[in-house]
């Protein structure tokens, strides 16, 4: 009996934990054994190995092989384990040197004519390879671009087990086409611009506002008056994603299948359609869990339009993501966690036809329905948005830009100052792990910073009733944000006005 063994990569949740795969040839009747936990796609994997050795003409073991995946309590899925299956086999019928597959992870999915093909999650796998110390990896060639994400990774793409041999045998494996493209591409004509958004000053500063605090936001207003077209503008003004960041989204996106190899330092854009389910929005899996549309949006913005007409147990799911950051998904054999840090923006009609309270009297929807209509945003989910904002009718400003007032900034402008309020974020949390002020805990809030002034200005919503504990926080919250666009050391007491006007969604001279 003769064995060998290389390494995998299995993936819990964006964790990756190393595998050993060994192989054993032994006498007996001819069969191919597979342990270790296999799903179904994996449990494949002696199938296609068969087949691919024989299209490429390697001779499959005669007898019994047997094939371990380690640890066996771990619950294993994916095709991504071929290419390793398929070493470990070789190297244990002596094709190719058992030495070769020493500090070495193999990753790539085998075609029946012995292509390797890319597999979903390649980007963490790398990663947790690299952090268990194991720097050497082959990966399907489509993917090298991919792979080379990984800091640290020596990087080995090849086209067919042909070539995969070759490299194991220590011969040279042609390489083409793997240099990444770091320089930024250049602006599309047309792109979305802050300054298409006409005749709603406010509404444009408020977007200020939360890109420049990471606060979630709800736009609400009659059609068309532009509530989708301000928010598709956000990420315009949002600042570039770090290496870091980068990174960690470019790794959700593999592990979700909708990666593209590239790195991107702009923040990502999820906008899921109003009937997408909890699943979809969430992650989930019938087997092990795939990330969703709030981890999609991680580091970037979540857009929930016509946020009215989902169910409401959908919205009332993003609770937990929308204070903890992350989302935990369970299920009978695997459990994954996924980052989830977005900044969610809403937007919704005031009712089913969507003229509710508009000037002229268009509304014929009874009040039961409106009021029905309007409780499918809960009391919970709204408590955590931080900014609330009403937008009117655009009226003569579209047909006459001299009434268009002011607002129609560029975003490359807008930007210059949400990046300045950002550095100065980062430089009052350094040390601390948070970013931006939408993420500061409300008791690190009231103990570590100096109080705003203007606090007295809460009492009143407070006692009210219209104000609750967590409204105090992100209203303070708010108001950091505010005086960092002012250049203000800590939030004065016209900060604070401003920021309760934008989390009622009223003028200031209304907002107490």
């Known amino acids: 009996m003769s064995t060998a063994r290389t390494r995998c990569v299995a993936l819990m949740g964006l964790e990756g934990r190393l595998i050993e795969v060994e192989a054993s040839v032994a006498g007996g009747l001819p069969r191919t054994v597979l342990v270790g936990l296999p799903d179904a796609s994996l449990y494949e994997a002696r199938d296609r190995c068969r087949a691919a050795a024989s299209s490429q003409e390697l001779a499959w073991p005669q007898g019994l092989v047997t094939i371990n995946l380690s640890p066996a309590s771990l619950p294993k899925a994916g095709s991504h384990y071929d290419a390793a299956i398929m070493a470990a086999v070789l190297a244990a019928a002596g094709v190719v040197p058992e030495q070769a597959l020493e500090r070495v992870v193999l990753l790539g999915e085998l075609s029946l004519d012995g292509r390797l093909r890319a597999v979903r999650g390649l980007l963490p796998a790398v990663l947790g390879a690299v952090q268990a110390g194991y720097r050497r990896v082959v990966v399907p060639r489509d993917q090298v671009r991919e792979a080379r994400l990984a800091p640290g990774a020596d990087v080995t793409g090849v086209g067919c087990l042909r070539e995969m041999v070759a490299f194991l045998r220590g011969q040279e494996v042609p390489q083409g086409g793997l240099e990444i493209v770091s320089e930024a591409p250049e602006p599309m004509v047309g792109a979305p611009d802050l300054a298409d958004v006409i005749g709603q000053s406010e509404a444009c500063w408020a977007a200020e506002v939360a890109a420049a605090g990471g606060h979630h936001l709800f736009l609400g207003g009659p059609p068309g008056v532009g509530k989708s077209m301000l928010a598709s503008r956000i990420p315009t003004i949002l600042p570039e994603l770090s290496v870091d960041e980068a990174l960690e989204v470019a790794a959700v996106r593999s592990l979700a299948g909708v990666g593209d190899g590239e790195w991107s330092v702009r923040p990502p854009w999820s906008n899921p359609h109003h009937s997408a389910s909890m699943a979809s929005l969430l992650g989930g899996g019938s087997r ?52 989830a ?172």
Request: aromatic residues 6%; hydrophobic residues 35%; contains cysteine.
């Open 341 to 512: 840090r977005f900044q969610l923006v809403l937007a919704s009609n005031p009712c089913p036809c969507g003229y509710h309270g508009v000037a002229g009297g268009r509304c014929a929807c009874p009040p039961q329905k409106v009021r029905r209509y309007q409780d499918r945003l809960s009391g919970p989910i709204m408590d955590r948005i931080d900014i609330q904002q009403q937008m009117l009718p655009v009226g003569r400003a579209l047909i006459n830009p001299a009434h268009a007032g002011g607002g129609r900034e560029r975003s490359a402008d807008v930007a210059q100052r949400v990046c300045a309020a950002r550095e100065r974020q980062l430089r009052r949390l350094a040390g601390t792990g948070w970013r931006t002020n939408g993420e500061v805990p409300g008791a690190f809030l009231r103990t570590e910073w100096p109080t705003p002034g203007g606090m007295g200005l809460l009492d009143g919503p407070l006692r009210r009733g219209t104000l609750s504990a967590r409204g105090v926080d992100k209203t303070v919250r708010v108001a950091w944000t505010v005086a960092d666009l002012s250049g203000h050391d800590k939030p004065t007491e016209q900060d604070m006005w401003v920021a309760l006007g934008l989390r009622q969604g009223l003028p200031q001279r209304e907002a107490v």
């Open 288 to 339: 092990v869990p795939r990330p969703g549309a709030i981890s999609l949006a991680h580091r970037g913005v979540l857009f929930l339009d016509e946020a009215s007409e989902f169910q409401q147990k959908v919205l009332d799911s993003l609770r937990e993501p929308l204070e903890t950051g992350e989302i935990f998904l369970t299920r009978s054999v695997h459990q994954a966690t996924y980052p």
